[in-house]
């Protein structure tokens, strides 16, 4: 299986520090109330100002503090730790946590943006011999509370393969509640086994045009963290009930990218990558046929999308966190 070493390291090191202080281009999601609001990306996101939007930004962040951790005696390392002291300053990040008080911030990226950035967090709560965690600790709070908000009201799942997918932010939330938030892991866990629950025979039609998760397989990843073993066991045997016969077929075949300059269809590269980290976190709780069947189509996703990590500006603002998420799929969390 395709593993991170140090070579692929330094490659997506370089990449992320190339593009998290890359100012334009940026797409703001932003609600302007009058001509004052009418600012350049940076006043108002002074450390998620780069990699052409703020969530992208976010987790290239993760991506490079994670590769720090990994490889420490990387040449990379000691320039991610010095942009890393310049960027979480108290300042910045009070001016970051300022913007989502606005009146029209309440959607201000839900919830993709939300779960990265606790993973970011947690992420950093990871490098002891800095306060890189300390410093984001109150923006990862204010993300949190919104997730116990937005819980309570969300009636139904958000199942589309895009941004926003309720699965996936879940599964990032909830590794951060599990060392942060009790209260909020349990509603989580809660929640997704509720609303997944009595999904049967998943006949997953993707992907759509425009789609970097696979709806079928972030939704059992969500329920291999929500459930025990036992019982994610009994589940997933009815949701995918065909899965030895390679059914549904798409599931186990990587998608067709016709133009990788065009930055929605560049999508379906991170959905290789994407269901790649999902086979691979899911495949050590099937059993041994299907594991193997896991593992294989993994393989076969990742080869397809990772040369195509780096090139065009449309996947490389973003796809290398995915490509990571899937090389650490089988340690702890999947971020090691």
Not at 112 to 129: F, K, M, N, T
Not at 146 to 165: D, E, W
Not at 263 to 280: N, V
Request: net charge negative.
């Amino acid at each position: 299986m395709m593993r991170l070493n140090e070579t692929i390291a330094s490659q997506f090191a370089r990449i992320a520090l190339g593009h998290v202080t890359r100012p334009y281009p940026y797409k703001m999601d932003h609600v302007l109330q009058g001509d004052e609001d009418a600012r350049p990306p940076r006043t108002f996101h002074p450390i998620f100002f780069g990699s052409f939007d703020w969530h992208s930004c976010v987790h290239g962040w993760w991506t490079l503090l994670t590769l720090r951790r990994l490889c420490p005696g990387n040449a990379e390392a000691q320039a991610i730790a010095e942009l890393a002291d310049a960027s979480f300053t108290p300042t910045k990040v009070a001016t970051e946590r300022a913007y989502l008080d606005r009146p029209t911030s309440a959607g201000f990226e839900r919830p993709y943006g939300w779960g990265w950035l606790l993973y970011l967090h947690l992420e950093a709560s990871r490098h002891e011999d800095k306060l890189w965690a300390a410093e984001l600790e109150p923006l990862a709070r204010a993300f949190a509370e919104r997730f116990h908000i937005y819980l309570a009201k969300l009636t139904y799942p958000i199942r589309v393969g895009t941004h926003f997918n309720t699965a996936f932010a879940l599964i990032l939330a909830l590794e951060w509640a599990d060392r942060f938030d009790a209260p909020l892991a349990k509603a989580i866990r809660t929640w997704a086994a509720e609303k997944y629950r009595d999904d049967r025979d998943c006949q997953a039609w993707e992907p759509g045009g425009d789609e970097f998760l696979s709806s079928a397989l972030i939704e059992a990843m969500c329920m291999s963290r929500a459930l025990s073993p036992e019982q994610f066991a009994t589940w997933f045997a009815a949701f995918l009930p065909r899965m030895a016969d390679l059914q549904p077929a798409t599931l186990f075949t990587p998608p067709t990218v016709s133009d990788r300059s065009d930055g929605k269809i560049a999508h379906l590269d991170g959905l290789s990558l994407s269901r790649a980290w999902c086979w691979r976190s899911i495949a050590p709780l099937l059993p041994e046929r299907e594991a193997g069947i896991a593992y294989g189509s993994a393989e076969e996703h990742m080869a397809a999308a990772m040369p195509h990590v780096a090139g065009d500006y449309m996947g490389e603002h973003w796809l290398a966190s995915f490509a990571l998420l899937a090389m650490l799929a089988d340690e702890a969390g999947g971020a090691g």
